[in-house]
């Protein structure tokens, strides 16, 4: 019995670019055949629509378009080639997500989802019906079991597929990244493989998408559940695994695997993914952000850069009489460095212009956060107005503990298209910028050493207004992510007037997130579509 080639297809598609995405397949399967001699060639989860689809999938002229995709792929894809490729499709009056099987011009068969997702960023039992049948295609000689992303998360359909007869078992992905995922993912391949022995291969998708982004790393582990090949995270290709066919039994060959990162290096390289993909997908020409000689906009400066090259990315210093020197030296120093487009414009007639005609409104009143928002929407004035002449993405720049406690300015600095750090703590905030420029120098060591400070007041600190980031960033991770009450949060050794003011701040401020850019989620729970809390309501942060 012959060696079996299968190629792990791991792409970036294009939501909703129905034609575009069945060319990226067709294209795949020929590079596969002539590269590494593919008898098998795995496309990831939905790769047809992109992932999520979301309401599009309600379209009436979803179900026409794919079949004229599956139509083409039918006629164009090269032959001696089996395709399995993921589309949803509509059956029997219901929508499924569905793992097709090509060969040779004729689709052999289809596998339906069973185990659908809806916790955290996933939502789709709003879409989908759930399968209840297992599919093992024969081909030359293998076995393939076909499961789909949730799939192996649960026991009962990797042993279904393997009690129908499976000796491969080949899963269709579509599973973002957060912090430490790559690591829990690998764990459970090893693991799903090992309970059913069974070797399991993992083609994930790569990319941003929205908020989502998609990092790859698909993986072949063998039977007894050691990693045997694993594509580069981070990169589009094709990564081809060798079966070979010993004692009866479907053995994956050692090839490459990818090694092992700092997970500031993982977590920097999906906040760049994220940002290159909104920008070059939604066909901007490239980003304006204003520069303050801070640490926020300066990470996002030079993730801007890499994500998008210096000639795509123009800087604004916008200087206002609490503005420090050293605040204009550094953004100077920093526009200078990673060489992009750099302008100052000075805020304080526009802010005094405002004032003048305030004067008589703000009669009698005392000076307080009102004059220091003024000047942070003056700011987001000018922003906006290059975009609109420009055609460049606003890049706003609040980190996830400001979004968190409200330390932002609506239709100030929190106005924008995108956001790269928004899922990223300050302490996170601190780390990347070490770790960046480690790999070369991108950010003055004086903006990551001074104290953070929003400059709109005289000898301004965050530590006026707010608990130490360390300390603040603690009690938010339990409280965001951990769903822990204000006083099990005091147990866990907090001081109680920090947690309560923290918390507080939190479900007071939901307003502002609802209204703020959309930004890449890298945590296990991010602001948007897996935190949705009622604007409006009377809970009490106790217990």
Request: proline share 6%.
């Given at each position: 019995?012959?060696?079996?080639?299968?190629?792990?297809?791991?792409?970036?598609?294009?939501?909703?670019?129905?034609?575009?995405?069945?060319?990226?397949?067709?294209?795949?399967?020929?590079?596969?055949?002539?590269?590494?001699?593919?008898?098998?060639?795995?496309?990831?989860?939905?790769?047809?629509?992109?992932?999520?689809?979301?309401?599009?999938?309600?379209?009436?002229?979803?179900?026409?378009?794919?079949?004229?995709?599956?139509?083409?792929?039918?006629?164009?894809?090269?032959?001696?080639?089996?395709?399995?490729?993921?589309?949803?499709?509509?059956?029997?009056?219901?929508?499924?997500?569905?793992?097709?099987?090509?060969?040779?011009?004729?689709?052999?068969?289809?596998?339906?989802?069973?185990?659908?997702?809806?916790?955290?960023?996933?939502?789709?039992?709003?879409?989908?019906?759930?399968?209840?049948?297992?599919?093992?295609?024969?081909?030359?000689?293998?076995?393939?079991?076909?499961?789909?992303?949730?799939?192996?998360?649960?026991?009962?359909?990797?042993?279904?597929?393997?009690?129908?007869?499976?000796?491969?078992?080949?899963?269709?992905?579509?599973?973002?990244?957060?912090?430490?995922?790559?690591?829990?993912?690998?764990?459970?391949?090893?693991?799903?493989?090992?309970?059913?022995?069974?070797?399991?291969?993992?083609?994930?998708?790569?990319?941003?998408?929205?908020?989502?982004?998609?990092?790859?790393?698909?993986?072949?582990?063998?039977?007894?559940?050691?990693?045997?090949?694993?594509?580069?995270?981070?990169?589009?290709?094709?990564?081809?695994?060798?079966?070979?066919?010993?004692?009866?039994?479907?053995?994956?060959?050692?090839?490459?695997?990818?090694?092992?990162?700092?997970?500031?290096?993982?977590?920097?390289?999906?906040?760049?993914?994220?940002?290159?993909?909104?920008?070059?997908?939604?066909?901007?020409?490239?980003?304006?952000?204003?520069?303050?000689?801070?640490?926020?906009?300066?990470?996002?400066?030079?993730?801007?850069?890499?994500?998008?090259?210096?000639?795509?990315?123009?800087?604004?210093?916008?200087?206002?009489?609490?503005?420090?020197?050293?605040?204009?030296?550094?953004?100077?120093?920093?526009?200078?460095?990673?060489?992009?487009?750099?302008?100052?414009?000075?805020?304080?007639?526009?802010?005094?212009?405002?004032?003048?005609?305030?004067?008589?409104?703000?009669?009698?009143?005392?000076?307080?956060?009102?004059?220091?928002?003024?000047?942070?929407?003056?700011?987001?004035?000018?922003?906006?107005?290059?975009?609109?002449?420009?055609?460049?993405?606003?890049?706003?720049?609040?980190?996830?503990?400001?979004?968190?406690?409200?330390?932002?300015?609506?239709?100030?600095?929190?106005?924008?298209?995108?956001?790269?750090?928004?899922?990223?703590?300050?302490?996170?905030?601190?780390?990347?910028?070490?770790?960046?420029?480690?790999?070369?120098?991108?950010?003055?060591?004086?903006?990551?050493?001074?104290?953070?400070?929003?400059?709109?007041?005289?000898?301004?600190?965050?530590?006026?207004?707010?608990?130490?980031?360390?300390?603040?960033?603690?009690?938010?991770?339990?409280?965001?992510?951990?769903?822990?009450?204000?006083?099990?949060?005091?147990?866990?050794?907090?001081d109680r007037g920090d947690v309560y003011k923290v918390v507080k701040l939190v479900d007071r401020c939901e307003y502002k997130r609802r209204q703020a850019p959309v930004g890449v989620r890298v945590t296990p729970r991010g602001f948007g579509r897996d935190r949705r809390y009622p604007i409006v309501n009377g809970w009490q942060p106790g217990e």
């Open positions: 019995m012959q060696d079996l080639t299968l190629v792990m297809a791991q792409l970036d598609p294009l939501v909703g670019d129905i034609p575009g995405n069945t060319d990226r397949a067709i294209e795949a399967v020929r590079e596969a055949r002539i590269e590494h001699g593919a008898d098998i060639v795995v496309l990831p989860e939905l790769f047809l629509t992109g992932y999520p689809p979301e309401d599009l999938l309600l379209r009436p002229a979803m179900e026409s378009r794919l079949r004229h995709a599956r139509t083409r792929m039918a006629e164009k894809v090269v032959r001696d080639v089996l395709v399995i490729v993921g589309y949803p499709g509509r059956r029997e009056g219901q929508t499924w997500n569905l793992a097709g099987v090509l060969y040779n011009g004729e689709w052999l068969g289809e596998y339906a989802k069973q185990a659908l997702p809806n916790y955290q960023v996933f939502d789709e039992q709003r879409y989908f019906a759930a399968g209840t049948r297992p599919l093992v295609i024969d081909h030359q000689g293998a076995k393939l079991g076909i499961l789909i992303c949730e799939d192996i998360w649960k026991e009962a359909p990797v042993r279904q597929a393997r009690d129908a007869g499976a000796d491969i078992l080949i899963s269709l992905n579509a599973s973002p990244f957060h912090q430490d995922k790559p690591e829990e993912r690998l764990q459970l391949l090893k693991e799903r493989a090992a309970e059913v022995a069974r070797p399991l291969v993992y083609v994930n998708m790569i990319g941003g998408q929205d908020e989502l982004v998609f990092d790859g790393g698909s993986a072949c582990v063998d039977a007894r559940g050691k990693l045997m090949v694993q594509a580069p995270h981070w990169a589009v290709g094709l990564m081809p695994v060798q079966f070979v066919h010993q004692k009866g039994q479907w053995v994956p060959r050692p090839g490459e695997t990818d090694p092992e990162v700092e997970p500031e290096e993982n977590l920097y390289c999906a906040l760049v993914t994220g940002l290159r993909d909104y920008v070059n997908k939604s066909g901007f020409e490239g980003v304006v952000l204003g520069l303050s000689g801070g640490i926020d906009s300066a990470l996002s400066l030079a993730i801007a850069v890499d994500a998008l090259g210096p000639q795509r990315v123009h800087a604004v210093m916008m200087p206002y009489r609490y503005t420090a020197d050293i605040s204009k030296e550094d953004a100077a120093e920093q526009a200078k460095l990673l060489g992009v487009g750099y302008e100052v414009l000075p805020i304080e007639p526009m802010v005094e212009a405002f004032m003048d005609t305030l004067a008589e409104s703000f009669a009698g009143t005392e000076r307080d956060t009102t004059e220091e928002n003024l000047q942070s929407r003056c700011r987001g004035v000018l922003l906006m107005a290059i975009s609109n002449k420009k055609g460049l993405m606003v890049l706003s720049t609040g980190n996830k503990s400001e979004m968190a406690v409200g330390y932002a300015t609506l239709y100030g600095d929190m106005v924008g298209g995108y956001n790269a750090i928004k899922d990223v703590y300050k302490t996170w905030v601190y780390r990347l910028a070490r770790w960046r420029n480690s790999q070369s120098p991108a950010i003055p060591q004086r903006v990551i050493e001074r104290p953070p400070s929003a400059e709109l007041a005289p000898d301004q600190k965050d530590s006026d207004s707010l608990p130490g980031y360390d300390v603040l960033d603690a009690i938010l991770v339990r409280y965001i992510e951990g769903d822990m009450s204000a006083e099990a949060i005091i147990a866990a050794g907090f």
